[in-house]
């Protein structure tokens, strides 16, 4: 197959997204820019596109797909129940980095919700991404990786991974927001949130005060427990290079690092200077929005430095920081050393 690449440039947008737009009513897959990441789309209504979607990626059939809508009207044509702190909660964070846990409803694919009668809804913050679905269908989209790799936030990164297994990618601009949405269910009581992503739990609380977050946000899940959120369980974002997540403060992560041999640091913009081994700075310590902009791009270069381990400077686990914090206990596969 050979993916189809589409440019957003004025001149050819319209014809751009009507085309795209084409593909996925016909049933095929297209690569798609959001604020978070890179999306691989395809009609949440059509069974036979979302298979596509899970052999593209090789992503496991039990991990349900996020389904993305452009106007708060679609929203009642995926769930069934919608209770109303979904609406405040729509209000006040769609569109956005937000996706909320809801009954499922009839017309979407078993398959997007891997057998579950539950459906995770979204209302993207771009436009190439919402104009899409108002010219075809509610979209079901992961993220445009291969899965266990980093999470693409350029269209380049799709490409790396996925051209000749997809119709087409929409050739957009990299990713504001770069770590994928906060999810929260509805379902469960109290509400619990899934995903730390760039909404935080400080903001969703500002509604629902008894939002509790899920065990496996920041533990790894014991052999017989059972993933609230199917995604959690699976290794993820993570190079071939062994990784280590390092806490600790500037000093001591500078001094251990630099008495370390074969490795490479990931390190904060104020640290840069004073690191002798190879390094990649991934964002300023003031600023947790920098990090998660860059974590998995700077993921994704790890594996070019040859090197046998890569310790990673963690952030604090507040605010945007729990998300980047997140992605990457997962990536170094729960090895955290504190200092
Ligand atoms: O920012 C994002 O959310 C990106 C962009 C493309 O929109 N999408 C994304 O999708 O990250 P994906 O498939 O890579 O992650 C979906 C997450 C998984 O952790 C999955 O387990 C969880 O959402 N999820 C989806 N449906 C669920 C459900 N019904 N119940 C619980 N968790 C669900
Ligand atoms: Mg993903």
């Known amino acids: 197959m050979i993916t189809k690449k589409y440019e957003v440039s004025n001149d050819v947008y319209d014809k751009s997204i009507v085309e795209a737009a084409n593909i996925l009513k016909s049933g095929g897959t297209v690569a798609i820019p959001t604020e978070t990441v890179y999306g691989l789309a395809a009609s949440a209504f059509c069974d036979d596109a979302i298979a596509k979607i899970f052999i593209a990626k090789g992503r496991p059939q039990d991990n349900p797909l996020i389904v993305h809508i452009a ?3 679609q929203l009642g044509e995926v769930a ?14 769609w569109p956005g980095p937000f996706t909320m846990v809801l009954k499922k409803g009839e017309r979407v694919s078993n398959s997007v919700c891997g057998g579950l009668d539950t459906v995770a809804v979204r209302m993207p913050n771009n436009d190439i991404a919402r104009d899409i679905i108002r ?3 509610p979209l079901a989209a992961p993220s445009a ?9 350029t269209a380049n990164h799709v490409i790396d991974d996925l051209s000749g297994k997809i119709d087409a990618v929409i050739m957009a601009g990299g ?7 906060t999810v929260i269910t509805l379902c469960t009581n ?10 935080t739990a400080e903001q969703i609380r500002e509604i629902l005060p008894d939002l509790v977050i899920d065990n496996a946000v920041l533990n790894q899940l014991g052999k017989d427990e059972k993933a609230a959120s199917p995604g959690m369980k699976y290794k ?18 500078v001094s251990y690092v630099n008495a370390q041999e074969n490795c490479c640091a990931v390190c904060f913009s104020e640290e840069e200077a004073l690191i002798d081994v190879k390094k990649i700075c991934y964002g300023s310590i003031t600023s947790e929005e920098s990090l998660a902009k860059n974590v ?14 890569v310790y990673i400077h963690a952030p604090e686990k507040n605010g945007v920081g729990l998300a980047v914090y997140n992605r990457l206990i997962r990536a170094a596969a729960f090895k955290v050393m504190k200092l």
């Not at 990786?145 to 936030?153: A, D, L």
């Open 80 to 93: 069934a129940e919608i209770p109303d702190e979904a609406y405040k909660l729509a209000e006040k964070f």
């Open 145 to 153: 990786n291969i899965s266990g790799k980093p999470s693409p936030t």
């Open 296 to 309: 998995f791009s700077t993921l994704r270069k790890v594996d070019d430095l040859g090197v046998k381990t």
């Open 175 to 181: 990713c504001s927001v770069g770590v994928e949405s």
């Open 236 to 253: 993820h974002y993570a190079p071939e290079t062994e990784v280590v997540l390092v806490e600790a403060d500037s000093k001591s992560f």
């Open 71 to 73: 106007d708060i009207s």
């Open 190 to 199: 109290p509400p619990k949130l899934l995903r730390p992503g760039a909404v």
């Open 135 to 137: 010219n075809s269908v």
